[in-house]
């Protein structure tokens, strides 16, 4: 069975020269609840592949299966919270009423207690992207899209966040499309590693994350797959 499938899918985008071709023939299954992580250099269409997994995008060729209408979860490349809402009114704004009740307990699982009525002009970009995160959570989604979440962060920052998602994605397993720049981040937080890269982009290569849920991005035996992570990625450029 699978979530979610990407058969022969292509995209290309009008451009003032003419047409541009960004993904081409992309095939990837994803089974229920399994963490997949898309590496790939920046323009490669890693944000435009979730953008179809999202039906946000409609694929020029191919199509975007679901066995289950998705229920999404959406975390931006940036943390897209309105400056003129409060925290929990960016957060009710995308939910329905019944997951109000639940917006407290939501901004603390991310480290957020009682910052609900602070706006995002007061937060730091690690606390707006962790608002995002809370915002995306919230809906107890079927399906969570993570678009290069700590990109912009310092990589102090990134690395407690990044340990704080692996446990709140222990709490409420999910599909889990995750897109990042940082090899160590994909092998920490997913079960499988694709790699996009050619032009235009297909699908290169993956690697099976084989590792108990509960990781330390210490363990000699994660850093052993990160470092075949970065052979593959090499070979794939
Ligand atoms: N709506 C659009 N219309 C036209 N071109 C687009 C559109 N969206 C993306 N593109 C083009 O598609 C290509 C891939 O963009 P995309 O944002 O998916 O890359 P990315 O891999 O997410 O990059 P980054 O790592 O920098 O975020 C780029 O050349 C971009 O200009
Ligand atoms: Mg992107």
């Known amino acids: 069975m699978t979530a979610l499938q990407f058969q022969g899918v292509g995209v290309t985008f009008a451009s003032a020269d003419g047409a541009r071709e960004v993904l081409r023939g992309i095939d990837l299954q994803v089974a229920p609840g399994e963490r997949v992580a898309l590496l790939g250099r920046s323009g490669s269409g890693k944000s435009t592949l979730l953008n179809l997994a999202a039906g946000l995008l409609r ?13 999404v979860g959406y975390v931006f490349q ?26 407290p307990s939501a901004l603390t699982r991310v480290g ?19 608002a995002s995160l809370a915002r995306a959570l919230l809906i107890q989604p079927n399906l969570l899209l993570l ?8 990589e102090l920052t990134a ?50 994350i084989d590792l108990p849920p509960s990781r330390d991005p210490d363990d000699e035996g994660l850093l052993r797959l990160v470092r075949e992570l970065r052979g593959l990625i090499h070979t794939a450029d």
């Not at 897209?80 to 639940?102: G, I, K, M």
């Not at 966040?161 to 092998?187: C, I, K």
């Not at 937080?189 to 699908?203: K, Y």
Request: hydrophobic share 35%; aromatic share 4%.
């Open 112 to 130: 957020l207690a009682g910052r609900g009525s602070d706006y995002p002009g007061q937060l730091s970009l690690g606390m707006a992207q962790r």
């Open 159 to 208: 690395g407690e966040l990044r340990n704080q998602l692996s446990r709140l994605l222990r709490q409420q397993p999910v599909t889990t499309l995750l897109v990042t720049h940082h090899p160590g981040e994909a092998v920490l937080l997913s079960d499988r590693v694709v790699v996009l890269g050619g032009q235009p982009t297909q699908l290169l290569g993956e690697l099976k």
């Open 59 to 71: 694929p020029t060729q191919g199509q975007v299966i679901y066995d289950t209408p998705p229920r």
């Open 147 to 154: 678009d290069e979440p700590f990109g912009a962060l310092d």
């Open 78 to 103: 940036d943390a897209r919270l309105l400056p003129w809402l409060r925290l929990d009114q960016n957060l009710a704004l995308v939910s329905p009423p019944e997951y109000h009740p639940d917006i």
